[in-house]
């Protein structure tokens, strides 16, 4: 791409690759036709689509129309091999399902990965409050439950949104009632509770730290809406913002981006909130804004690399800090290429801004760090080219293209 175009027009977000690789696992609870809809075509859609067939269901995407259809057999089966687990670290979120659905799962280990260590240890002590037996053999995470799961009370030791989500997904065909306390609160858990509710499962609480489950004898399958990507659409408004555009993301949903659009508003952008969307308009440098990460409602990591890209070309300097995954750093090394002032304190970053970032060849080291290089190179001088882009289509469709719609001088190469 050849930095210094400003981005400006419409783009529409998608339903969320965070929030539809679970409704695809979710789908497993019942046995029949469930249909998801504005279902974005990227790469981790794909690779949970070809798990679920290897769990022996039939799974038909259709990318124009947005809609995907899974129909799930009486006995799936339970078995998920390393080859997909590793590619997508979120399969993992088959275990809670398919515990509950087949009292057992063999789950291959996702191992490390680019952004850090992420631990299961939650996945695994909450499975097992619920009755079941866990075990690591051969390089598989097998959990059995014969008899099927008991409802219990789990008090997290921190809101994560896996072990929330499994948790979530084993305890609605459990026996009794299931709390779990301390649960994560993304728009994304809302969403896959909104769906198992329209399955016939009995959740209250949602949208809160405290869930409250009432185990039900079986679902029906759903024909539901993923929620909008909120991380797309938070990275066109980085964009907007630092291309000094003016940027209308439609079927995006403003408050899930609370904090990150009060910090554009604070780096001198204009954010007006519409039916549908958002409409980001900026005119001048952005000025540096202060990140501290945390889990919803608080600044998501998701956006963290590219307000980091953002703080590197505004005016002063910030600190940002990262409280959810050690390694997401690591793409700071890739945009000192471009010039970027950034130095690393453990997890802390502070970041001068410099008028002007120079082109170069940077490497995206995941699929955050990858949109955060590309806004970076849009505003670079010259041309930067950005390998291992397969990173970025794991979260984004036609990231490319929508960037040329915009006004980006950019290609797709190879
Ligand atoms: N953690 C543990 N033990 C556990 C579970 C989590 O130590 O049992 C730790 C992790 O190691 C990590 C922190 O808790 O340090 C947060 O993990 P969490 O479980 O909340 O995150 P996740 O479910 O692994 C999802 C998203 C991430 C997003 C985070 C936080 C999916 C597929 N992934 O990961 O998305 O950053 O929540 O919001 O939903 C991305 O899209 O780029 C991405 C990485």
Redesign the pocket.
Known sequence: MVGGARLAGEVRVDGA??SV?KLMAAALLAEGRTTLREVPHILDVEIMGELLRRLGCEVEHNERERILVIDVPSKPSHQADYDLVRKMR?SICVLGPLVARCGEADIALPGGDA?????????VAGLERLGASVAVEHGFLIATAPHGLTGTQIRLD?P????TENLLMASVLATGSTVIDNA?R?P?IGDLCRMLVGMGALIDGIGSSTLEIEGVEALRPVDHTVVADR?VAGTWAVGAVMTQGDVIVRNAVASHLDIALDKLTSAGASVEVLDDGFRVVMNQRPTAVDIVTLPFPGF???LQPQFIALNAIADGSALVTEN??EARFRFVSELQRLGADVRIDGHHAMVRGRAELSGAPVEAT???AGAGLVLAGLVADGVTTVTEVHHVDR?YAHFVENLQVLGADIRRVG
């Open positions: 690759k965070n690789l979120a952004i850090g260590s992420r631990g299961l240890d939650m996945h921190f994560s949104v896996g072990a994560a993304e994304e991380i998501p990591t998701d959810l995954f995941d699929v955050r979260g």
